[in-house]
């Protein structure tokens, strides 16, 4: 018996290749894009890691700094952190066979852990 059971995290983003990969799964992906330094973003990482918790198997939960993947910041067009986007795949594309990938919503700033998690459900990781 482990005392201590082991938090699921978000993960750390490392390039646009492995978010498309994350974002095929077919579990809605909420993306947080941060930067050492920004106290916004400092005050949403306790958020977002209790999301990632929360969501464990129901959605991908990605942490982005935007130092270390710029491609990824600059195909979002993210000004300043943290920003926040959530993707998904297209139900138009999926029920055609394909599997699209689509921004499904985005905001910038300080948000609301319960606009977050609502997010989530409605794009598709309801219990």
Do not use: Y
């Amino acid at each position: 018996m482990a005392l201590f059971k082991r938090r699921p995290k978000p993960i750390a983003l490392e390039s646009l290749d492995q978010l498309d990969e994350l974002a095929r799964s077919g579990k809605p992906v909420l993306v947080d894009f941060f930067q050492f330094g920004c106290a916004p973003c400092q005050v949403m990482d306790g958020i977002v890691n209790e999301l990632a918790e929360e969501f464990d198997g129901r959605a991908v939960v990605v942490k982005a700094n935007v130092a270390k993947v710029p491609e990824v910041a600059m195909k979002f067009k993210v000004r300043s952190t943290p920003t926040f986007v959530l993707l998904g795949i297209s139900e138009r594309a999926k029920a055609k066979g394909r599997e699209v990938v689509t921004l499904r919503w985005r905001a910038s700033g300080l948000v609301k852990k319960d606009v977050l998690a609502g997010q989530l459900v409605r794009n598709g990781a309801g219990e």
